[in-house]
């Protein structure tokens, strides 16, 4: 950023941006709506601003912001060149010259590290060098098997470097989910780590790594990083530490290369409800542009003012969601990164909710963010937030992956202004955030100039051209509806890898509402020419009950998607592992996740004649979801049910069995005529009786 990035404390970022318009656009705005309509409306005038405020730089001019207002299809900045990894370094030689660090990083044994600019720089240059001296050219896929831990952030920014396309899966996931995603993007190297500790527990992961390159025959290079073990386990591999050691000229005179503005930077997953998980490719020029208005939003940015301690950002997460790409977004910035690898909640045998708070407070984090379900974890167990260290310089708290209740929200702002030592910290900003993996970033945010009000999310983001919509299309103020995006914005996927004719993004994303459905966010008929609509998935809230306001709330998922403590999983992957039992011939599993209720998701399972669900046979269920998947997705509870509701053509019924379960009538969530065993559902309505008495 420009003077933006050069701030006082306590000044927000998007005030600054406002007060850039008003002086160098001549642009003034009555309310946050007013600036939100305008962004959603002028696309063209609104991301041209992004762009110059922000001081993204090419060595080529752009055409247009928006060359073709189409979606999906969308051309952003036609001419520009970007690098994600070229607009991290830009902070070098400033950031450092302040005395802050790019990264500080804590595992669960109590090894701190601290990288600096220079060293981040050094590394990065070193790794990418190495990655084109054994043949990595752009548009090359690298995939990565690491946890949230400093290497894994040098080894995406070496990658995005030369061109290569980035790809993370987490060491907690199961090697058939590992499989199911990096089978179908052909990487031509892998980047893997040795083991993990993981809720105490020392996790090897040799072998896991053997099996991955037994089954993908594309990788013809490993790179293993040593982090659990003393000796190398990972045979034929090249060291960590040899490919980034180089300290030479040519890593000091390396640059990231100037790629097309829609060149692909990494390839992310979300999971439906059949099939394997989606592959989503996003490009580099779309989420610098994006990033820079989440950064904006969240107000995460760093000072070298004289005296400043300078911003310390945690967003506690797994490489597995999309929120380590978040927060790794904030070195775009020249924030200070700080992140901790391993169990926020100690282990089943000794929990411990305080463990993130503790490293908050030892590392002087200012901005913590984390999954919703972590900070009702903490409320429920009673954490004492005064006993975790000093915890005085967090000034914001974000919360995502599912929504966060009222009363957890007041339980985590009281236990803070208890401890305050200055009236500043008294109110405790929330920074409610709902977005998603499939465009990485947000739809739904804050901004510390909107008043607060538990349980809900303070504004649509600007440039989301958001709108609930009830069943005829239409938008809605104060009602539930489905929320759709009406205009694209600039990191919607390119495409999915790997999809002919673009059919599995089309029926993801724009099925529902296809050209020329619905009205423009500022009234009229959408045009057929315009494109799509993109329909997310959501059930969402615009307005208190009367529609004033900018407040939004998100009533959980639409469709039969599971969003388990803040990582997206198909019931199709679930199923895989289950239904590999002899016991079990069926199975189908629902998340009732809904605002202010802890996740709770049962799993149902028809077993073959004979066998009863007892507490083995629930051990051997849940182990095997553990092993192939993530200790995540364990269900809360197994229940042996006698069939599997399923329609005419033969698909489990999970949206209907959700809604039923939610309290909602049988006969208005599904019809029977369209059933093949209607009578399947009498076990569930007397199941949703019980349960809800």
């Not at 020249?334 to 305080?354: E, K, L, M, N, Q």
């Not at 208190?544 to 599971?562: L, N, Q």
């Not at 009498?682 to 199941?687: L, Q, R």
Request: net charge negative; glycine share 10%; aromatic share 10%.
């Amino acid at each position: 950023m420009t003077s933006s990035t050069h701030r006082s404390p306590g000044t927000p970022l998007i005030r600054l941006y406002q007060d850039w318009l008003r002086e160098q656009r001549g642009l003034s705005f009555a309310d946050y709506r007013a600036l939100w309509q305008w962004s959603v409306t002028d696309l063209e005038a609104f991301w041209q601003s992004i762009w110059d405020y922000c001081d993204l730089r090419s060595p080529t001019p752009h055409r247009a912001a928006l060359g073709k207002n189409v979606m999906p299809g969308a051309e952003w900045f036609p001419g520009a060149q970007v690098n994600y990894a070229q607009q991290v370094l830009r902070h070098v030689q400033p950031a450092h010259a302040a005395g802050l660090p790019a990264v500080i990083s804590e595992d669960e044994r109590g090894r701190v590290r601290e990288l600096s600019w220079p060293e981040l720089r050094r590394q990065v240059a070193s790794l990418a060098l190495h990655l084109q001296e054994i043949g990595v050219r752009p548009g090359d896929r690298v995939a990565a098997y690491l946890p949230n831990i400093p290497e894994t952030i040098v080894a995406f920014l070496a990658c995005a470097s030369v061109g290569a396309v980035w790809s993370v899966c987490a060491p907690d996931m199961g090697t058939n989910a590992v499989l199911d995603r990096f089978r179908q993007i052909e990487p031509v190297v892998l980047i893997a780590i040795d083991g993990i500790t993981w809720a105490g527990r020392a996790i090897d992961r040799a072998e896991v790594v053997a099996e991955l390159r037994r089954a993908l025959p594309s990788v013809r290079h490993v790179i293993a990083v040593q982090y659990l073990n003393d000796t190398q386990t990972i045979a034929d591999s090249a060291d960590w530490a040899s490919a980034t050691g180089r300290n030479n000229a040519q890593a000091t005179t390396f640059e990231p290369a100037w790629l097309a503005f829609d060149h692909p930077l990494w390839i992310v997953y979300s999971s439906g409800t059949t099939g394997l998980p989606k592959p989503i490719v996003h490009s580099h020029g779309g989420i610098l542009v994006e990033s820079m208005v989440t950064t904006m939003h969240s107000d995460i940015g760093c000072s070298y003012a004289p005296n400043n301690f300078g911003e310390r950002f945690c967003w506690y997460s797994s490489t597995g969601w999309v929120m380590w790409n978040i927060q790794v977004g904030g070195l775009l910035s020249g924030t200070t990164c700080v992140i901790f690898d391993g169990s926020p909640g100690g282990s089943r045998d000794a929990p411990d909710w305080g463990t993130l708070w503790r490293f908050a407070a030892r590392h002087r984090v200012s901005f913590l963010g984390s999954g919703a379900a972590f900070y009702a974890g903490c409320a429920k167990a009673g954490v004492d937030l005064a006993a975790c260290g000093d915890l005085s310089r967090i000034r914001a708290l974000g919360s995502t992956g599912s929504p966060l209740s009222p009363e957890v929200q007041h339980w985590g702002t009281e236990q803070l202004r208890r401890i305050a030592k200055t009236p500043a910290q008294q109110d405790i900003w929330w920074f409610n955030v709902s977005g998603g993996t499939d465009f990485a970033g947000g739809f739904i945010a804050g901004t510390p100039e909107l008043p607060q009000q538990p349980g809900v999310m303070q504004c649509r983001m600007l440039g989301a051209a958001v709108e609930a919509w009830n069943e005829a299309g239409s938008p809605v103020l104060g009602q539930v509806g489905e929320l759709v995006c009406t205009q694209p914005i600039p990191s919607m996927p390119l495409h999915f890898w790997n999809d002919p004719g673009n059919a599995r993004y089309l029926a993801s994303y724009f099925e529902m509402y296809p050209p020329g459905h619905g009205r423009k966010p500022g009234g009229g008929d959408l045009d057929a020419s315009a494109g799509s609509v993109w329909r997310h998935g959501d059930w969402l809230r615009v307005g208190d009950e009367h529609g004033a306001g900018e407040w939004c709330v998100i009533y959980g998922r639409s469709d039969a998607t599971i969003n388990r403590h803040g990582l997206r999983m198909g019931t199709s992957e679930i199923y895989s592992a289950v239904e590999a039992l002899p016991e079990v011939l069926d199975s189908m599993v629902v998340d009732l996740e809904y605002l202010g209720r802890e996740s709770y998701m049962p799993l149902f399972v028809v077993l073959r004649p004979g066998v009863v669900l007892d507490e083995g046979l629930k051990q051997r269920l849940n182990d095997a979801i553990r092993k192939a998947l993530s200790p995540r997705f364990v269900p809360n509870a197994i229940f042996q049910v006698p069939e599997i509701p399923r329609t005419l053509s033969g698909k489990k019924q999970e949206l209907p069995i959700k809604k039923l379960l939610l309290g909602q009538n049988i006969d208005k969530v599904v019809n029977k005529e369209a059933m093949a065993n209607p009578g399947a559902l009498a076990w569930y309505v007397d199941f949703a009786a019980h349960r809800t008495q």
